[in-house]
């Protein structure tokens, strides 16, 4: 089936890491996202991308840093982790073609630890 | 500029009994709206959607909502509650197709 999927699913790592994680997506869609959920703050948008040359910050960019390497795969970095980074991180995909006016499709979420 | 909230963090209800989570947004032209639905350990996924059109749009799992425009209103309900809608509910708006803006969501809880 056509799926948003992320890797790793869990990580914990320790203060000043560089930590990567992946998304991949089997659905076709141009556009991807990076956010995060912290209980009680809903969704944060970190980064987003409209096609592979189009990378733009969201409302939290900062200690982030993104690579749209094809059109089907788009990776969020840590740079060099720190404890309030320790949060739940979801990739999303959308198209805007069909008629489908910015639905979101959204991975299982990676559990991210920094100690 | 646009924006959404969800009023009240967390929603409880009996087993049977009727689902009220309630959405207001803040936008300076026609919206699409949604309602997502999060189960433990999982991704959001798409409940509803409003585009254009009919106001009461039906979604899955026997959830609707109503686009109120007067009210600035999506509020997302349900008949019945059953035991498995158990979960986090988000409602978000977006403006012409561009980016949404989510609420900070809303736990279901159901009590037998």
């Known amino acids: 089936d056509a799926d948003v999927t992320q890797t790793p699913r869990n990580r914990i790592t320790k203060t000043g890491k560089r930590i990567m994680l992946e998304c991949s997506q089997t659905?076709?869609?141009?556009?991807m996202y990076w956010y995060r959920q912290d209980p009680g703050l809903g969704l944060q948008l970190i980064y987003y991308s409209f096609d592979v040359k189009d990378i733009n910050k969201g409302e939290i960019s900062d200690g982030y840093s993104v690579s749209r390497q094809a059109q089907a795969k788009f990776s969020l970095s840590l740079e060099s982790a720190i404890p309030n980074q320790t949060a739940l991180y979801f990739c999303?995909?959308?198209?805007?073609?069909?008629?489908?006016?910015?639905?979101?499709?959204f991975g299982p979420g990676t559990r991210l630890t920094v100690l | 500029a646009q924006s959404v909230t969800q009023l009240g963090s967390h929603v409880s209800v009996s087993e049977g009994a009727l689902v009220l989570l309630r959405c207001n947004y803040s936008s300076s032209v026609p919206p699409y709206l949604f309602w997502y639905v999060q189960y433990p350990n999982q991704g959001l996924q798409l409940l509803l959607k409003?585009?254009?059109?009919?106001?009461l749009v039906k979604g899955i799992n026997g959830f609707e909502a109503e686009f109120k425009k007067s009210e600035t209103s999506f509020h997302l309900t349900k008949p019945s509650a059953h035991m498995s809608d158990a979960a986090e509910y988000f409602c978000?708006?977006?403006?012409?197709?561009?980016?949404?803006?989510f609420g900070r969501g809303t736990s279901l809880i159901v009590h037998p």
């Open positions: 999303a995909t959308s198209t805007t073609s069909g008629g489908l006016y910015n639905e979101q499709f």
């Open positions: 659905k076709g869609h141009d556009r």
């Open positions: 978000a708006v977006s403006i012409a197709g561009y980016i949404p803006t």
């Open positions: 409003y585009t254009t059109g009919a106001t």
